[in-house]
């Protein structure tokens, strides 16, 4: 004998799932209970949070070869604009944004440096936070992934392997570009050799000289600047000399770039006073304002 029943339908539930939320960075269609974009594996809260926001969030990118310091620079930054003290400081927005800074605070306390950024988009952290300048207002909303060195060195070689980093440069307004001044100051040449066909890769994203990564902000960042002092003398003449490649890529393809020189003492970061951190935020957020 067959039982009998009475099963309700969530009808409801179904009209949801017929409502697709696109995701921000890669503008597909996703279920409105995801949690990641199936598309590019990006948040769907950036998108939810977009919403809210009184105007469009910018994004910047961190860009450089494995080992090159993205995820500890991005850390001190965020740690260190994160005090209201600062003129310039940052508010995140959500506690999703904030993972990256807590992992990575928490191995420079122990003087380890940070596991190395898996390769894996869906593994990425993102950061999601509001800008804040006393004197100007309102806050400029900023995105920020801190993306796999190989994952980027994986798309330059072999296009589309990783398509949210082209999809997501090709929406970015500033970039910072990490360069490891130590291994530059060795004689090592695969910093310049990355950073040639890393710029070279930016520069063919739009073949049009007036738009694209041609004009927009570009800050070379060269990272670990404390174990090399005469980069701090003259950023520009140490990338010259020590990566020829790089500065002739920049004078011949880009007009709106600078260079940086930065230091975190190493694993020890979070107990002594990183060096020129802020600079090369300030001048990317006066470009973008």
């Given at each position: 004998?067959?039982?009998?029943?009475?099963?309700?339908?969530?009808?409801?539930?179904?009209?949801?799932?017929?409502?697709?939320?696109?995701?921000?960075?890669?503008?597909?269609?996703?279920?409105?209970?995801?949690?990641?974009?199936?598309?590019?594996?990006?948040?769907?809260?950036?998108?939810?949070?977009?919403?809210?926001?009184?105007?469009?969030?910018?994004?910047?990118?961190?860009?450089?070869?494995?080992?090159?310091?993205?995820?500890?620079?991005?850390?001190?930054?965020?740690?260190?604009?994160?005090?209201?003290?600062?003129?310039?400081?940052?508010?995140?927005?959500?506690?999703?944004?904030?993972?990256?800074?807590?992992?990575?605070?928490?191995?420079?306390?122990?003087?380890?440096?940070?596991?190395?950024?898996?390769?894996?988009?869906?593994?990425?952290?993102?950061?999601?936070?509001?800008?804040?300048?006393?004197?100007?207002?309102?806050?400029?909303?900023?995105?920020?992934?801190?993306?796999?060195?190989?994952?980027l060195a994986e798309e330059i070689d072999h296009p589309d392997t990783f398509p949210v980093i082209?999809?997501?440069?090709?929406?970015?307004?500033?970039?910072?570009?990490?360069?490891?001044?130590?291994?530059?100051?060795?004689?090592?040449?695969?910093?310049?050799?990355?950073?040639?066909?890393?710029?070279?890769?930016?520069?063919?994203?739009?073949?049009?000289?007036?738009?694209?990564?041609?004009?927009?902000?570009?800050?070379?960042?060269?990272?670990?600047?404390?174990?090399?002092?005469?980069?701090?003398?003259?950023?520009?003449?140490?990338?010259?000399?020590?990566?020829?490649?790089?500065?002739?890529?920049?004078?011949?393809?880009?007009?709106?770039?600078?260079?940086?020189?930065?230091?975190?003492?190493?694993?020890?970061?979070?107990?002594?006073?990183?060096?020129?951190?802020?600079?090369?935020?300030?001048?990317?957020?006066?470009?973008?304002?």
């Open positions: 004998m067959a039982a009998k029943g009475v099963l309700s339908m969530d009808s409801y539930r179904l009209a949801q799932y017929s409502v697709q939320v696109p995701c921000y960075i890669y503008e597909g269609g996703n279920s409105f209970d995801a949690e990641l974009c199936r598309h590019c594996h990006a948040p769907l809260v950036l998108a939810h949070q977009a919403k809210s926001a009184k105007g469009a969030p910018r994004m910047i990118a961190a860009l450089g070869a494995s080992g090159s310091g993205k995820t500890v620079y991005l850390t001190i930054l965020t740690d260190t604009l994160s005090h209201p003290r600062q003129p310039l400081h940052v508010v995140s927005r959500g506690a999703f944004s904030i993972t990256l800074q807590q992992n990575t605070v928490r191995a420079l306390q122990h003087c380890r440096f940070p596991e190395k950024t898996p390769s894996e988009p869906d593994r990425w952290n993102w950061v999601h936070c509001q800008v804040r300048q006393k004197k100007k207002s309102p806050p400029l909303e900023l995105i920020m992934p801190d993306l796999a060195g190989e994952a082209r999809v997501f440069l090709a929406k970015c307004d500033g970039l910072f570009i990490m360069a490891d001044a130590a291994r530059m100051a060795e004689g090592s040449k695969d910093q310049d050799f990355f950073g040639m066909k890393l710029l070279s890769f930016l520069s063919k994203m739009e073949e049009n000289p007036k738009q694209g990564w041609h004009t927009k902000p570009i800050a070379i960042i060269l990272s670990k600047a404390d174990e090399c002092e005469s980069c701090f003398e003259d950023p520009h003449t140490f990338t010259r000399e020590h990566s020829p490649g790089v500065w002739h890529q920049c004078e011949e393809r880009f007009t709106n770039y600078k260079m940086f020189a930065t230091g975190v003492a190493g694993a020890c970061a979070y107990r002594h006073d990183p060096r020129r951190i802020i600079e090369p935020f300030e001048w990317l957020i006066h470009k973008l304002t």
